[in-house]
């Protein structure tokens, strides 16, 4: 009875951005956007987000 | 998300404990609830809406007022004192996990009245496993709540479980409502804040740098005004990102006004006029990029001209001194060290007088510093872009960039002119278009002539901030540079050097996530066309298509090339319903696809769907495509069907369906009577005849129902 056909998304464009991105600016991203999206971050608020994205930024120049 | 199981008790007019259980399979899973008008079908769409987002119908959002959603039967039957309780707990399915949640609602009876109840106490909470046991517990961090939001947000909930209104009305009535609820689902608000967050803390290095400044005066004040300049182009860039998004909310709906004024003006002589209009206002758009364009070109022949032109004049006159220096062997044309060896190898300087130490010792400082900066080979240069035979001569060079400054000025005013010649055409069929005598299509206009004020105007002020963008950029390049010539301690030098780093690596990260959320939008844009296309367009059979606009990222049904704009009720409740099936799909092949950059937006799994009565309006037609496109594309579809869409559907639904239910209804003899359809309850299942209505005494006062398995 179901056609359920696997949909796919072109994410072409992504994948080019990150090619012309230098490598720890792309790992900083991927990190920003993971610990934003993370639902185990909610209980402390914006201010716990920043500080450890501050971290990464820190660890990723030394 | 899947729903797996689901207990409703005492909710609105279901009675008692009600469990369903639905079944796991491989493929699509079709289900069936049945049951008469003012069963309660529609308390199941309610109570997983005050599960998952705490929706409370009937109270204006007073959880206190909640005790209106317990069961009638369940408040009459309470005496004075009695804690009442009426709760939803469900389990959802996404990916190979799970989650269990259950919102309740606790009151106690104070007196005899019918509102005599204490304020409710909402409470949700979420099944904790151990390995011995297994709890509810409250969430009290809400990082549950969190997670529900991701799986099925707030703005989407009429979408996925929707209760019988026709889709276009809700879901797709409001541009501003669709692209919001799509910035949520595609996490893209995460995004947004994750690129603040950048930027405070791009700042704060600022700041950090400024703080380690104060052993030199100069250098403190220097930090403290990049620092100013650094809040100010962050401001501005932020401003600009709300802006942009404003404007494109503004461009969307634009958009839909004049699809709407298409529809209204083919049935009438203006529809040449509206679709010249269209064109017009096109063709100033593009007018208007080609004159912003050779504005460009402008600036940046004449910064690159480096002010080349303005020396024009003095050409000559420099020639005739360098000429002279040179036949006075004042300035060899091979200025150079070997010059100054020379020089002090005489006896006397060159201005005659006899060398003494000091001018030794001048000579060698000369040589030292101004022979550094290879003053000769420059003169040299200087000297041959002088020469008018010269290929690279500063008369030549002239010639380009006035020709070319010429060409880009003539582009832009010929772009004036076209400009202010269209915008009179376009008055004049604007003028036309206003006096129709069509009221709604007055009220339209109208409102499409706001909106593109509106649009013109923020497109003013992009220029603007934009212009001070740069200006403060600008500023900002130039405090950096008269730093680098502050000498200061290197201890602190370091420490700036590694700061700045950071504020640079935290500056570009914000930069790199706007640019993310470009190619996301866009990237998701082209996906749901495509997916229309196989949910919509290779179902129907009337030679439609569906479409999806960009700006507004709301479908359109195109025939022949053309807007359809008067869609019936049933194909643009199959429009809707493809809509929803195809941003939920893309939506989880979107979170599977972002594993691959290790970005994680969550999985969400397939989506589930409940539909209360989705046939309204359609003819079997749309409805079989309906059930089909569904078939195509859902994991799991509930259907709440009156009998009246049962029997339009059965004949498409039935092999298909796995699982059903009845929601048989209880009423007092006199509410029958009054309210419900006897010919109504009965339901053909599968061959057997399902009666799902039952007469109770007159002295019961309340209208209660109950599910019954019918599979």
Sequence with gaps: MPNQTPQDIDLSQLDQLKDATPKNLWDLFVKAVNLHADPANVAGGDATKQTKLKAAIEKMIL | MIIRE?????????????????????????????GPNNSGKSSFVKALQFLLHSRIPGCDGDEMLAWRLVNNRLKREAVAG?????????????????????????????????????PAKVIFSHRQQTSTSSKFV?????????????????TLLEAFFFSGEPLNGRLLGGVKNVRESLEEYLSIRDWKQAAESARTISYSYTQEMASFATSSRELEQILNQEAAFQQKVNQLKEEMAKIQERRDESLAALAEKQTAILGIASQTELRESVVERNKIKDEIDTC????????????????????????????????????????????????????????????????????????????????????????????????????????????VSCSEISSDLCGFIDTSEQCNSTDYDLRGRLAALDEKIATSPTEELNKLDKERRELDKQCESYKDKLRSIESDLKANESELKRKK?????????????????????????????????????????QQFQQGLQQTMQDLYTDVVTDGTQATIDLRSLLPHVVKDGKTETNLGGGQSQLLGLAYIVAIAKLRNALHEQMNKFDIKLGVVGDQSFVLDCPFSGMTERYASAAIEALCRAAEQAVFLLHKEQWDLAKSYLQP??????????????????????????????????????????PEANEVYSQLVALS
């Design chain 2, 288 to 395: 208007q990029k080609k004159a912003q364009a050779a504005r460009v070109n402008i600036c940046e022949a004449t910064g690159s001209s480096l002010g080349l032109p303005l020396l024009l004049p003095y050409v000559e006159k420099a020639r005739r001194v360098l000429k002279h220096l040179t036949d006075e062997n004042i300035l060899p044309a091979d200025l150079s060290s070997g010059f100054v060896d020379r020089v002090l190898q005489q006896q006397s300087c060159i201005c005659g007088t006899k060398h003494t130490e000091k001018t030794k010792s001048a000579w060698q400082a000369y040589l030292k510093k101004a022979l550094k900066a290879d003053v000769g080979t420059r003169l040299a240069s200087l000297e041959a872009r002088l020469n008018p035979d010269a290929p690279n001569c500063i008369q």
């Design chain 2, 82 to 118: 009695k804690t009442l309780q009426c709760r939803v707990t469900a389990t959802f399915a996404y990916g190979d996990s799970e989650l269990t949640v259950r919102r309740s609602i606790e009151t106690s009876r104070t007196g005899d009245g019918a509102t005599a109840f204490a």
């Design chain 2, 481 to 521: 540079a008269e730093r680098g010539k502050i000498a200061v301690p290197k201890d602190i030098q370091v420490k700036i050097q590694i700061l700045e780093a950071r504020r640079t690596m935290a500056s570009d990260l914000a930069d790199l996530i706007d640019k993310s959320i470009a190619v996301l939008r």
């Design chain 2, 656 to 697: 298909k369906v796995s699982a059903a239910w009845g929601v048989h209804l209880h009423a007092p003899s006199q509410a029958i009577s009054r309210g419900v359809k006897l010919d109504d309850h009965v339901f053909d299942y599968k061959g057997r005849e399902v009666s799902l209505l039952s007469s109770l005494p």
């Design chain 2, 138 to 154: 409250p969430d009290e961090t809400g990082i549950i709540q969190r997670k529900v939001d991701q799986l099925c947000p707030d």
């Design chain 2, 6 to 34: 689901i207990t409703i008790e005492n909710f609105l007019t279901l009675y008692g404990t009600q469990n369903i259980k639905f079944p796991k399979q491989k493929g699509a899973s079709l289900s069936v609830l049945l």
